[in-house]
């Protein structure tokens, strides 16, 4: 059974910048692959961007890339986002997931494990 924890999110301005972060305790951390999913009021929860077990390999969706940037420390059990150049759109509750298998997924059934969520809004 893993346990997740997110943390980092918080208000910020049009342009600005976050850190969202995830700790993991009770598995084998990095036999799980890792994702930020987020959702918006009134929307489903979408993927965001995730990383393989061995951080070899990331999967961003168009709308962030270039702005965000996913790593995790295996000897840390941990996996943050940074969040750079950030728009309103981007504004939602921000989810740390990990699945079973070290490889990256987009789809939300294959994620066993979930966080809480940190909410993040922008403001324009």
């Known amino acids: 059974q893993v346990q997740l924890v997110d943390s980092g999110g918080g208000l910020v301005q049009a342009g600005g910048s976050l850190r969202l972060s995830c700790a993991a305790s009770g598995g084998a951390f990095s036999r799980y692959a890792m994702a930020w999913f987020r959702q918006a009021p009134g929307k489903e929860r979408e993927f965001v961007v995730g990383i393989a077990g061995s951080g070899g390999s990331t999967l961003y969706t168009d709308s962030v890339k270039g702005r965000f940037t996913i790593s995790r420390d295996n000897a840390k059990n941990t996996v943050n986002l940074q969040m750079n150049s950030l728009k309103p759109e981007d504004t939602a509750v921000y989810y740390c997931?990990?699945?079973?298998?070290?490889?990256?997924?987009?789809?939300?059934?294959?994620?066993?494990?979930w966080g809480q969520g940190t909410q993040v809004t922008v403001s324009s």
């Open positions: 997931a990990a699945r079973s298998g070290r490889w990256i997924s987009r789809s939300m059934k294959d994620y066993d494990y």
